[in-house]
Nanobody
Framework: QVQLVESGGGLVQAGGSLRLSCAASGRTVSSYTMGWFRQAPGKEREFVAGISRSGGTTYYADSVKDRFTISRDNAINTVYLQMNSLRPEDTAVYYC?????????????????????WGQGTQVTVSS
């Protein structure tokens, strides 16, 4: 079982950048397919980005493509979400998630019920 802890959230102006980190403990993160999700007030949780165990395959929601980048450093058990050109509509609690199952199709990465392990979330607020 893996424990996930997010950090790096905060308040930023529109057009700014933030980098979120997800530190894993308990098991090596290289055993896990990982994803980032977000939930804005009054809205359902939605997929943001996903990354394969090796980091060789990534998927993004259309709303963040070309602005956000997911990456991982398995040597230090950490997954990142680099967020650039932030918009007020990116305001949400961002969650890191993991599963020890292997998937190749993007369909699975985008579903929150794919992931068994979740962090506590980190707040990102983008002011206009």
């Amino acid at each position: 079982q893996v424990q996930l802890v997010e950090s790096g959230g905060g308040l930023v102006q529109a057009g700014g950048s933030l980098r979120l980190s997800c530190a894993a403990s308990g098991r090596t993160v290289s055993s896990y397919t990982m994803g980032w999700f977000r939930q804005a007030p009054g809205k359902e949780r939605e997929f943001v980005a996903g990354i394969s165990r090796s980091g060789g395959t990534t998927y993004y929601a259309d709303s963040v493509k070309d602005r956000f980048t997911i990456s991982r450093d398995n040597a230090i058990n950490t997954v990142y979400l680099q967020m650039n050109s932030l918009r007020p509509e990116d305001t949400a609690v961002y969650y890191c998630a993991g599963t020890d199952a292997f998937y190749s199709a993007s369909y699975y990465y985008r579903r929150d019920d794919t992931y068994a392990y979740w962090g506590q979330g980190t707040q990102v607020t983008v002011s206009s």
